[in-house]
């Protein structure tokens, strides 16, 4: 089973940057696609980016231009750049991958946008 631990987070200024980890706990070349999703208070957690192996990005609307994922498969880490951070961002943003071998979630990481 791979585990996967999010970092990163924290509380950051309204136009401000964060870039969050996602560190695996074995390989992930054979994971063709990893993802973060984030949850907010009272909210259903959503899908916020993939990348698949060949490099090949989705994003949410709400992110998109904001929002860059990758990763590092030597490194067994994912990455997702924050940019131009907003009040709406606001959530604990989770790490996985598209594997049966892909346990439970995490705890997440919380970032906060607040002036």
């Known amino acids: 089973q791979v585990q996967f631990v999010e970092s990163g987070g924290g509380l950051v200024q309204p136009g401000g940057s964060l870039r969050l980890s996602c560190a695996a706990s074995?390989?992930?070349?054979?994971?063709?696609?990893m993802g973060w999703y984030r949850q907010a208070p009272g909210k259903q957690r959503e899908l916020v980016a993939t990348i698949t192996n060949r490099g090949s990005t989705y994003y949410a609307d709400s992110v998109k231009g904001r929002f860059t994922i990758s990763r590092d498969n030597a490194k067994n880490t994912v990455y997702l750049q924050m940019n131009i951070l907003k009040f709406e961002d606001t959530a604990v943003y989770y790490c996985?991958?598209?594997?049966?071998?892909?346990?439970?979630w995490g705890q997440g990481t919380q970032v906060t946008v607040s002036s």
């Open positions: 074995r390989s992930i070349f054979s994971i063709g696609a």
């Open positions: 996985t991958g598209d594997s049966r071998d892909v346990g439970g």
